[in-house]
C-alpha cells in the first residue's frame, strides 16, 4: 500500500498487550474516519472521556496511564480499526471487590476459544482503587442516583432542539459547531463508561443468585423486559408506523416497488396516507434520526441523513400481523420476569441477607442496564450533530466541484478542516482520494477479534474475502452464548447489510454478523435472532430481552457455517443453534 497519512495506531505497551474486538466491534464495526475519530474520539473527546470515568470514578491512578491526557490506555486504534484494552478491563475487574477477571472474560467474550489465560502481575493490585470501588458499588447497589445521566439527557436533547439553520452558517461556524460538540462528547462518554461498568454489577448478582438456588436459567429471564431501553424504543416508533402501511393501499403500493427510494417516492405522492405517513416519520427522524449503522463515526449514514434506511425495516415490519407486535412479546417477558422475581423472593424467604442481595441487584439492574442504553444514545444525538455540520461543509464541497459526495469531507483530519474553512486549503480530491482508496482497503481486511502481544501489521491480516466456514449440515449445532430465552424454529436468512433485508420475511431467524441500533428493528419480524459475534452485555441480547426474540450471541461465524434458507432452530437458553434441513 502506498503511505498516506492516516489515524496514529495507539502506542504499544508491553504490559497491558491484550487487546480486543469485542464490544468496541458494535460501537467501531468499521474503520473510523479522520475527522470522526478527531472530532469524536481524540483530542479531549470520548477517549478523554473514559479516561475521566478511569481516574475520577473507579479509582485507577492517572499516573498509571498513559503521560498525555488526550490519550486513553482502555480504547485505540491498530490497524485502523477499534480496539479496546482487555488487559485494562481485566484489571479493573480483578481490583472490584466481587469481581474478578474471569467474570470481565464472561461477559466480554462468552466462551470464545481465542481467549488467553489470565495471569495476575503484581501491578494488577492497587488497594486506592478497591477502595474507590467500594465506594462506587455503595451508589450501584445502594442509591442507584441517575440525576447525572438524566441531566446529560435533557443537554443532548437540547443541543438537537437549538440546532439552527446550517444553510446559514459560514464554513468557519459550520466547523466550530462540529468541534463544540467535543466536550459534550467527552462528559457523555464518561457517564457512558460509568454506566457500563454498572450495568454488569445487578446482573452478575442475579445470575450467582440464581445458580445458588438451583435456577441457572431464570437469571437472563430476571433481566427480561425492563423498559426504558433507549435503544429498543425505535422499534416500537416503527412498528407503529408499519401499521400505517400496512394498513393502507397506496403506502404498500408505494412500499411494494423495494426499499430503495422509497423516501423518494412518499415525498412524490400526493396521496393523503403518503402525506399523514411522511408527517408522522418526520417525527420519529426528529426523535430517532440519529440512529444507523457505524452511528459513531460522522461519515456514516443515519437515518436522518438517509432515510431509506429507516423505512428498509418498517418495510419488513408490515408484512407482520398484529399479533408480532414488539409491545405484546415485551409484555409477556415483563409478566413472566415478574413471576420468576416474586418465586426467588419467597424461595429466599428464610434467608434475608441474600433476599436483601437479590432484592438491590434487581432494582440495580433494572436501573443500570438500560441506563447504559441511555447513556449511549445521549452521547449518539450529540455526534449527530458534529455529523450534520460536516455533511453541509461537504455539500458546499461538491457544489464547488472539489468532491465527490458530501461525506468525503470527512477523510480530512482536523488541521485540513481549519485549512478549508478558512480558505487556505481548495485542493481536496489529492488529499481525499488516495484516502478513500486506503479506507477502501482497510474495509476488505478482517481484524483479528484478539490480539495478544506486539500487534501483527495490517499488512499480514487475513482478507474478508479468505475467510471461509465448512456450511453446516443437518444435524450439526453451533453453539454461542445464550443472549434471549426461548426457542425458535424458521427459515434462516443471512443478512449481511441492514439496508437490504429483503429476504426476511416474518418468522424467519435473522443471522447476522454483528447488531448496532440499525440493525434491531430487523429484530421485530424475525422469530429469531442468531450474531457471529457479541457478550452478555451486547447490543443484540439487550434489545432482543426487550423484544422477546430468542437470540444467540457469539456464535462464531454463524453467517459463514449456515445455508441461507436452511432451517435452523435457536435455543435461547442453551446457545445452541441447530440445523434441521438445508435447501
Known amino acids: ?255 411494494d416497488v423495494g426499499p430503495a427510494g422509497i423516501y423518494a417516492r412518499l415525498q412524490g405522492s400526493d396521496h393523503p396516507d403518503a402525506r399523514a405517513f411522511l408527517a408522522a416519520f418526520a417525527d420519529f427522524l426528529a426523535e430517532f434520526g440519529s440512529r444507523g449503522p457505524n452511528e459513531w463515526d460522522v461519515m456514516a449514514d443515519t437515518w436522518e441523513t438517509n432515510p431509506d434506511l429507516a423505512l428498509a425495516a418498517i418495510d419488513r415490519m408490515r408484512l407482520s400481523g398484529d399479533d408480532s407486535s414488539p409491545m405484546q412479546k415485551n409484555a409477556e417477558r415483563v409478566a413472566e420476569r415478574e413471576r420468576i422475581r416474586a418465586e426467588i423472593r419467597e424461595a429466599l424467604a428464610g434467608d434475608p441477607a441474600t433476599l436483601a442481595q437479590f432484592d438491590a441487584a434487581m432494582q440495580s439492574a433494572l436501573t443500570f442496564v438500560p441506563g447504559r442504553e441511555r447513556s449511549k444514545t445521549n452521547i449518539i444525538r450529540v455526534i449527530e450533530e458534529t455529523r450534520m455540520a460536516l455533511r453541509e461543509l461537504g455539500r458546499r464541497a461538491v457544489e464547488r466541484g472539489q468532491v465527490d459526495r458530501p461525506h468525503d469531507i470527512c477523510f480530512l483530519f482536523e488541521d485540513e478542516l481549519r485549512d478549508y474553512a478558512e480558505g487556505r486549503l481548495t485542493d481536496l480530491r489529492s488529499l481525499v482520494e488516495p484516502r478513500r482508496k486506503h479506507y477502501e482497503w482497510l474495509l476488505t481486511l478482517e481484524p483479528p477479534f484478539i490480539i495478544n502481544g506486539t500487534p501483527p501489521e495490517n499488512t499480514t491480516w487475513r482478507r474478508r474475502a479468505e475467510h471461509t466456514a465448512q456450511k453446516a449440515g443437518p444435524g450439526d449445532v453451533i453453539h454461542g452464548v445464550p443472549g434471549c430465552p426461548g426457542r425458535a424454529r424458521g427459515t434462516a436468512r443471512v443478512v449481511l447489510d441492514p439496508l437490504d433485508p429483503t429476504v426476511l420475511e416474518p418468522g424467519d431467524i435473522l443471522v447476522a454478523p454483528m447488531t448496532d441500533p440499525a440493525w434491531t428493528p430487523l429484530f421485530v419480524p424475525a422469530a429469531g435472532v442468531v450474531v457471529d459475534v457479541g457478550a452478555t452485555l451486547s447490543h443484540a441480547i439487550i434489545v432482543s430481552r426487550e423484544l422477546g426474540i430468542p437470540c444467540v450471541v457469539s456464535a462464531t461465524d454463524a453467517t459463514k457455517r449456515i445455508p441461507d434458507g436452511a432451517v435452523i432452530e435457536v435455543d435461547g437458553d442453551t446457545g445452541a443453534v441447530t440445523v434441521i434441513s438445508v435447501p
Not at 32 to 46: D, R
Not at 74 to 91: D, H, K, M, P
Not at 192 to 209: D, E, Y
Open 1 to 255: 500500500m502506498e503511505k498516506v497519512r492516516w489515524i496514529e495506531d495507539a502506542p504499544y505497551d508491553p504490559k497491558a498487550s491484550f487487546w480486543t474486538r469485542a464490544n468496541v466491534g458494535e460501537v467501531l464495526p468499521e474503520p473510523p474516519s479522520p475527522a470522526g475519530w478527531e472530532l469524536v474520539f481524540a483530542n479531549g473527546g470520548t477517549v478523554r472521556g473514559w479516561r475521566d470515568c478511569a481516574v475520577n470514578r473507579l479509582g485507577v491512578g492517572d499516573e498509571e496511564l498513559d503521560p498525555d491526557p488526550n490519550r486513553c490506555d482502555f480504547i485505540g486504534l491498530i490497524g485502523g480499526y477499534g480496539y479496546l484494552n482487555a488487559t485494562w478491563i481485566r484489571v479493573w475487574g480483578e481490583r472490584t471487590p466481587g469481581m474478578s477477571a474471569a467474570a470481565i472474560d464472561a461477559a466480554y467474550f462468552g466462551d470464545h476459544p481465542d481467549v488467553p489465560p489470565y495471569v495476575k502481575e503484581p501491578w494488577h493490585e492497587n488497594p486506592a482503587t478497591t477502595a474507590v470501588m467500594e465506594k462506587w458499588l455503595g451508589w450501584v447497589l445502594g442509591d442507584m442516583d441517575q440525576s447525572e445521566l438524566e441531566a446529560d439527557r435533557q443537554l443532548a436533547r437540547q443541543v438537537r432542539a437549538e440546532r439552527p439553520d446550517l444553510s446559514r452558517l459560514s464554513d468557519v461556524e459550520l466547523l466550530e459547531r462540529a468541534i463544540s460538540m467535543r466536550p459534550l462528547c467527552r462528559r457523555m462518554f464518561d457517564q457512558h463508561i460509568n454506566q457500563s461498568g454498572a450495568a454488569s454489577i445487578g446482573p452478575g448478582a442475579i445470575a450467582a443468585i440464581c445458580a445458588a438456588i438451583g435456577r441457572p436459567a431464570d437469571a437472563m429471564k430476571l433481566i427480561a423486559g425492563l423498559g426504558g431501553v433507549d435503544s429498543a424504543a425505535p422499534s416500537y416508533a416503527m412498528w407503529e408506523l408499519s401499521r400505517k402501511v400496512r394498513a393502507s393501499a397506496e403506502l404498500n403500493r408505494l412500499f
